[in-house]
């Protein structure tokens, strides 16, 4: 049949992969995908305060509750954790299941529009990896190179440099362009082409170095099972030539808002 794939697939697997992941209550994901929304709305910073506000509240509230009673859940392990002798605050842990709830959803559902936008566009190229199987990983390697979710990340210089031609001075923020850096010539042999077989793949999709995203094993399982998933089914992709799809306009994200799709499981199998 049809779908709109953004609100009816993208967003309900990742909201309830990342509940998964967190151990926190899937009947609470309205309000914390609320809240995280409002906050990146810029076009209403007071409403975005606010948001921000009621979430840490209410990530209070749980480190408050497994501090009293654990359960072996997210939180929980956070709380119990160790390095170097000493363990996390509450400060600390709250701002790490801000950056995980904040980061963790958007970001993954965007991913999966990308992809299933282009398999869409190109129906042979499950086929292919229905052939091929033993490719998959490195095609969700290639989606997330290809798609960049985040395409800034911000950093603060931790020394005095000149960077072409220009003063970056220590404590300065700077705006990295990591979808840009995804598409280096210099890097990548046709950047701007999708090749599910591309390797090696020195992508930044995830960051680099300690700041390294924390659920990248999360994000590439639920690409990996879902293309897994389109396979097992033989699904067919195809544009739903009705109506329009729509790209996120902001220009740090990278992402369908939405994606008409027409879907066809009544083909053989392909495996």
Same mark, same amino acid.
């Given at each position: 049949?049809? *779908? &709109?794939a ?8 990742a ?7 967190? =151990? ?5 994901s =309205? ?16 409403a ?5 506000? &009621? ?25 119990? *954790? ?34 299933? #936008?282009?398999l869409? &566009? #190109?129906?042979?190229?499950?086929d ?31 020394h ?29 042999d046709a950047? =701007?082409?999708?090749?599910?077989d591309?390797?090696?793949?020195? #992508? ?23 293309? &897994? ?22 220009g ?11 879907? =066809? ?7």
């Amino acid at each position: 049949g049809k *779908a &709109e794939a953004v609100a009816e697939f993208c967003v309900p697997v990742a909201i309830t992969s990342l509940a998964a992941f967190t =151990d926190v209550p899937l009947q609470d994901s =309205d309000k914390w995908v609320g809240w995280i929304t409002s906050m990146f709305n810029v076009k209403d910073p007071s409403a975005g305060a606010t948001a921000s506000r &009621e979430l840490n509240t209410y990530i209070e509230t749980l480190i408050a509750a497994r501090r009293a009673k654990p359960t072996g859940d997210f939180v929980s392990m956070l709380i119990a *954790a160790e390095i170097d002798g000493e363990r996390l605050d509450d400060i600390q842990i709250r701002s790490f299941m801000t950056v995980v709830f904040g980061a963790g959803f958007e970001t993954t559902a965007d991913a999966l529009s990308v992809m299933l #936008h282009w398999l869409a &566009e #190109h129906p042979e190229a499950l086929d292919r990896l229905a052939s091929e199987p033993e490719l998959v990983p490195t095609a969700v390697e290639e989606f997330l190179r290809y798609s960049s979710p985040i395409e800034i990340f911000g950093r603060n210089a931790s020394h005095d440099l000149c960077l072409h031609g220009r003063d970056i001075r220590r404590g300065d923020i700077v705006a990295l362009g990591f979808g840009a850096a995804n598409r280096d010539p210099s890097v990548f042999d046709a950047p =701007d082409e999708m090749r599910l077989d591309r390797s090696p793949n020195k #992508h930044l999709t995830f960051g680099a170095g300690p700041h390294l995203c924390a659920g990248a094993g999360v994000a590439r399982m639920e690409m990996a099972v879902t293309l &897994e998933t389109l396979i097992e089914t033989g699904a067919r992709l195809a544009p739903e030539s009705e109506q329009e799809l729509r790209w996120k306009t902001r220009g740090d994200r990278r992402g369908l808002a939405r994606l008409p799709l027409t879907i =066809d499981t009544r083909k053989t199998n392909r495996r």
